[in-house]
């Protein structure tokens, strides 16, 4: 894959799960949003600089420290300059979280919708409290995540799926540039193994072909199993991997 594309993605993806600060750096965009999540507390070597590596890599270090964090790079393919990886191996950063970026063509006619699907614009007590409980988000965590989904700009939808009254699943879906990306997708532990699962990814892609799209993405660990079975029968297929490079026990 082109680096050009790679980057288009690492744009989608970057707008619709955002830093809640960001600094741009000679082409490396980094990110902080209180340690929530490693993809908005990272940096994005996005684009080629001018500048010598070794110091833009000990200014982002001093950045995290700053935030009590430790240094995350979020890796990929495209990562520039092409050397990076090899630098911060030396450095001692720890290769961590391979992941699957996948798409998958739309089809021309948006699918049903399952009945029990809400479906909201706004950020709801009610998607929080499921999404928080289905995903064993800690307390302390939850006011950073309804932050970072407050500030996402693109049109975003937020996705409940209740059977027989009670949620059962819920996710999210942000459509920019004709492509909608599925994120938070979760199925309540108790409930898992039943198809819901199945419903609510349906129901997403029909959602985001409503509203305009032509295409779907979505990341994945690429160690989940599970996961990686479950979008594979819907048609999702591997673009890239990316990887964190992280600075631990600093």
Sequence with gaps: MQPETIRFFEELSGNAWPGLQTVMDDGWLIRFAAGYTRRANAVLPLYPGTRECPAKIERCERWFAGQGLPAVFKMTPAARPEELERLLAERGYAYRAPTSLQTLELGSAPGPLPPGLTVERAVTEGWLDEYCRFNGVAERDRPVLCRILAAIVPERLLVTLAVDGRAVACGMIVVERGWCGLFDVVVDPERRGRGHGHQLIRALLALGKQRGAER???????????????????????????????????
Excluded: D, S, T
């Design 216 to 250: 779907a993405y979505l990341q994945v660990m690429a160690e989940n199993g599970p996961a990686l079975q479950l979008y594979a029968k819907h048609g999702f297929r591997e673009e890239y991997l990316y990887w964190y490079r992280i600075k631990e026990n600093c």
